[in-house]
Nanobody, 115 residues
């Protein structure tokens, strides 16, 4: 089993920044890619960013240039630095770690961006 715990969400004004963290614990061997997703009210969950164990990253077009995903393998933690936040970034942000047939999710952290 793998446990994922997100933190760092909150209320911020447009143009502000937040840093989300996702701490992984348990049997994390074999988890090579970790993801950040988000889900806004009434919308489907969407992929925001991903990072491999080697540090290769990918981003949704909507966040490129504003968000940065990183990881600290020694701390088993993945981060999402979010800059120049917009009201449309308002959502619950989830950390995800797939491994084989298993797919682990955190409980989510709310990010609210006011205009």
């Amino acid at each position: 089993q793998v446990q994922l715990v997100e933190s760092g969400g909150g209320l911020v004004q447009a143009g502000g920044s937040l840093r989300l963290s996702c701490a992984a614990s348990g049997s994390i061997f074999g988890i090579n890619v970790m993801y950040w997703y988000r889900q806004a009210p009434g919308k489907q969950r969407e992929l925001v960013a991903s990072i491999t164990i080697f540090g290769n990253t990918n981003y949704a077009d909507s966040v490129k240039g504003r968000f940065t995903i990183s990881r600290d393998n020694a701390k088993n933690t993945v981060y999402l630095q979010m800059n120049s936040l917009k009201p449309e970034d308002t959502a619950v942000y989830y950390c995800n770690a797939p491994r084989g047939a298993d797919n682990y999710w955190g409980q989510g952290t709310q990010v609210t961006v006011s205009s």
